[in-house]
């Protein structure tokens, strides 16, 4: 059979799906056809509903799959329903990926799915396609919302639809990632994705997480396992490893058919939870003989001196630590993450002393946190001499721990959770009009605040350049705000020009009179 993905990746973050990949090349593998439409502003020409539908009716798919994102569902339906609106022979189309999993009677009762997957849907996917190319009722397959007789009801076109009218099939075993073919990376315009994200490339060498974090889908997902599958959590088998032989072997795979891989960003959760696996890995790529650099995400409570030292012997640059606040009481009481300013300050002093770089990811907007516990998250990196931090703005995922809070806090904008297309530069949240102001502010200009207090905790120049920006910042109403704005990444990369230069001209002037 052939398969239709469509992915809806429009105006968020460009890169490699890896569930789409893994996917694809599990259908190849049992002999079916698969092609991709990849809908991002980044890789133009950007397919448009005609074209869409064109290619429909000259491959003639016998299924179509979205897959996507909270913020990439309004995007799916718009095109499912204009595909239905404008062909009577469309193929079953269904939808899945992490929006799905996490409500799957919502996406089901829109009426626009004959299957909306749910999960780690490779093993029940590939069973779906096996039933309908045989002409099988497909309403019992695992991991999927069928219509009962596998036939979507003529009443769907006006959804809602009531929940009697479908069959919610409990899920199946996790995959085992050992048993997985390598993904599928041609099913994608790889190579110009890779010049695009200027030579990183993405890969995974596990699925899973240990820890609930309350923003996180993670702890959804193990809870419907586990309920589904009648099994304690330590018995659901959601942590998982691919042998590290079988990651080199792809490795060495994506190095000669794609040219220009600069930097390899392992995409796991936490690549250095299990220690064993990642001394395992660690030891195969060096071992190997690649030397391109690569990245890993760590838990700030979680990085054995085994492993950093392991990391930075195979190539390691960087370590990416999930921070998201400066407020312990938020970490603890908002985020469900247990840890301490300490653990922080600890993990990012092991990894500089094995020469690993170090990153942080914060989140902007939490609800429950006050004006002054933003500020904590300044300080707290200014404190801890971190070598760089990505700001997003917080978004409630539907489904999780911090969306119910959320909701029950009354901080969601009436419709925000769902117009959104992405979370690094908007945000569905409210918390007042001067507070709002000061998220966007602090979101945008947070290197400037945290620089302005460097010199708090060392020595440090620039501090004195950053302060008056941070105060003129401040000080601007929301009309001068949105008029500036727009500056802000050139204004600030001529800062940091001068900052550099400045530092450039001290080490000079130390060397020559040292000498």
Same mark, same amino acid.
């Given at each position: ?51 869409? #539908? ?15 994102? &909270? ?50 849907? !490779? ?40 929940? !009697?009218? /479908? ?19 041609e099913l994608f315009d790889t190579q110009r994705i890779t010049d695009q994200k200027h030579g990183w490339f993405g890969l995974l060498s596990s699925r899973g997480c240990p820890y609930r974090c309350s923003y996180c889908l993670n702890h959804k997902i193990v809870d419907r396992y586990r309920d589904e599958l009648g ?18 072997? !792809? ?95 600890? &993990? ?7 020469? #690993?770089h170090t990153s942080g990811f914060l989140m902007v907007g939490l609800p429950y946190e006050t004006h002054e516990e933003r500020l904590e998250t300044v300080e707290l990196l200014a404190k801890s001499g971190i070598g760089r931090f990505r700001t997003s703005l917080f978004f409630p995922?539907?489904? &999780? ?40 502010? #602090?979101?945008?200009?947070?290197? /400037? ?67």
């Amino acid at each position: 059979m052939r398969i239709l993905f469509v992915y809806p990746n429009l105006y968020t973050q460009m890169g490699f799906n890896h569930g789409l990949a893994t996917l694809s090349a599990v259908l190849k593998q049992r002999g079916h056809a698969t092609k991709l439409v990849n809908l991002n502003e980044n890789l133009p020409p950007v397919a448009t509903n005609d074209d869409v #539908l064109a290619l429909i009716e000259s491959w003639k798919p016998g299924l179509i799959a979205f897959s996507c994102l &909270t913020q990439q569902y309004v995007a799916a339906t718009e095109l499912a329903r204009w595909l239905r609106a404008h062909s009577e022979t469309l193929p079953p189309m269904i939808v899945g990926g992490i929006h799905p999993t996490m409500v799957p009677s919502e996406v089901m009762s829109d009426g626009l799915w004959d299957h909306v997957g749910v999960g780690e849907c !490779e093993d029940a996917l590939a069973e779906l396609v096996a039933r309908l190319e045989r002409g099988e009722s497909p309403d019992d397959v695992k991991n999927f919302l069928s219509w009962k007789g596998g036939v979507r009801p003529s009443a769907a076109e006006v959804a809602p639809v009531a929940s !009697e009218h /479908w069959v919610h099939n409990p899920v199946g075993e996790f995959p085992d990632l050992a048993e997985l073919p390598m993904p599928d990376y041609e099913l994608f315009d790889t190579q110009r994705i890779t010049d695009q994200k200027h030579g990183w490339f993405g890969l995974l060498s596990s699925r899973g997480c240990p820890y609930r974090c309350s923003y996180c889908l993670n702890h959804k997902i193990v809870d419907r396992y586990r309920d589904e599958l009648g099994r304690s959590t330590n018995q659901i088998g959601f942590f998982r490893f691919r042998p590290p032989e079988k990651l080199v072997e !792809e490795i060495r795979w994506v190095l000669t058919h794609y040219t220009g891989v600069g930097t390899f960003i392992f995409d796991d959760d936490l690549f250095t939870q299990n220690v064993e696996h990642a001394l395992a890995t660690c030891a195969a790529y060096e071992q190997s003989g690649m030397k391109v650099p690569f990245v890993v995400n760590s838990h700030v409570k979680q990085l054995d001196p085994r492993v950093a030292e392991a990391l930075a012997r195979a190539g390691c640059r960087i370590l990416k630590l999930g921070i998201e606040s400066g407020s312990p009481r938020v970490r603890k009481e908002v985020l469900q993450r247990f840890m301490s300013n300490d653990d922080v300050f600890n &993990t990012i002093e092991a990894a500089e002393m094995f020469g #690993l770089h170090t990153s942080g990811f914060l989140m902007v907007g939490l609800p429950y946190e006050t004006h002054e516990e933003r500020l904590e998250t300044v300080e707290l990196l200014a404190k801890s001499g971190i070598g760089r931090f990505r700001t997003s703005l917080f978004f409630p995922f539907p489904g &999780t721990e911090s969306y119910r809070l959320a909701v029950k806090g009354g901080y969601i904008r009436e419709g925000g959770e769902v117009t959104l297309t992405d979370f690094t530069e908007s945000s569905c949240m409210d918390f007042g009009e001067d507070e709002n102001l000061f998220i966007t502010k #602090l979101a945008t200009c947070m290197p /400037w605040f945290v620089n302005a207090r460097l010199d708090v905790y060392r020595e440090a120049p620039a501090a004195a350049r950053y302060r008056p920006m941070v105060e003129r910042v401040l000080a601007m109403s929301r009309e001068e705000w949105t008029r500036f704005e727009p500056t802000v990444r050139e204004l600030d990369a001529q800062t940091s020009a001068l900052a550099v230069a400045a530092r450039v001209r001290l080490v000079t002037r130390a060397t020559s009179l040292g000498g």
